[in-house]
């Protein structure tokens, strides 16, 4: 259960607690594939489908865990192999991943994320902490932000509890006075638990908790939240 008393600042997932990512990745990996028609064709015709450069893009991951905390460059090193696969010019993967990353940015937040950022900023400092590689400015919502910690910048990946040390420290608090908030059970919940925090789960999808320690509230849209934080 929450202790209120507790919170200080709330540090936030952003893909799939903001809005879905999936089909954000989907679409911008059909503007990629849209791109290498026109310019790199033998790329296209090797890769024929957004389905086939996201398995080379799962295939770069297995090659590179060293890029495991930098999605970009894992896409684009996925995408400069597909081009020296199918004998296009590799120089062309700088261009092409700027196509992807564009469309990526591109998000569709879930109706309740925009009100409940408002309730929230209003009331406590607010710190994203993502894995991944899209950007609060260009999305528009770096207003509602005091800072934003990523595994890129950072050096490490959630669940390593460094990250989420360093959020608290960039909102001026120690690591028991922030609630951290996302979806997944072991990136979020029990990490930010396992770092000192209190911990939301964003259960939109209504699944059952899979581990014996529970989080200290559960929610499937940020009106609940928002609520039991009033």
């Not at 919170?7 to 990512?21: E, G, M, N, Q, Y």
């Not at 908030?181 to 059952?208: I, K, Y």
């Amino acid at each position: 259960m929450l202790n209120l008393e507790r919170i200080r600042a709330i540090s936030l997932d952003l893909d799939d607690t903001l809005w879905p990512i999936w089909p954000t990745i989907d679409r911008a990996e059909q503007v990629l594939h849209e791109w290498l028609v026109l310019n790199a064709p033998r790329t296209a015709v090797l890769f024929d489908s957004p389905a086939a450069l996201r398995a080379i893009r799962n295939e770069m991951a297995h090659q590179r865990p060293d890029l495991k905390h930098d999605l970009s460059a894992l896409r684009l090193e996925s995408i400069r192999l597909a081009l020296g696969q199918a004998g296009d010019d590799p120089a062309l993967a700088e261009p092409a991943f700027n196509v992807f990353f564009d469309e990526r940015q591109n998000v569709t937040l879930y109706p309740d994320a925009l009100p409940a950022l408002e309730f929230l900023a209003a009331r406590y400092p607010l710190v994203s902490l993502s894995n991944g590689n899209s950007d609060l400015q260009r999305i528009g919502l770096s207003r509602f932000f005091v800072g934003s910690v990523s595994a890129l910048e950072f050096g490490v990946p959630k669940p390593d509890v460094r990250i989420f040390h360093a959020t608290a420290e960039l909102a001026g608090v120690r690591a028991e006075e922030v609630l951290h908030v996302g979806d997944d059970v072991l990136l979020d919940v029990l990490a930010a638990r396992n770092a000192g925090m209190q911990a939301a789960w964003a259960n939109r999808v209504q699944a059952l908790w899979p581990h014996d320690e529970a989080p200290d509230i559960e929610f499937a849209s940020f009106t609940e939240l928002c609520d039991a934080l009033r």
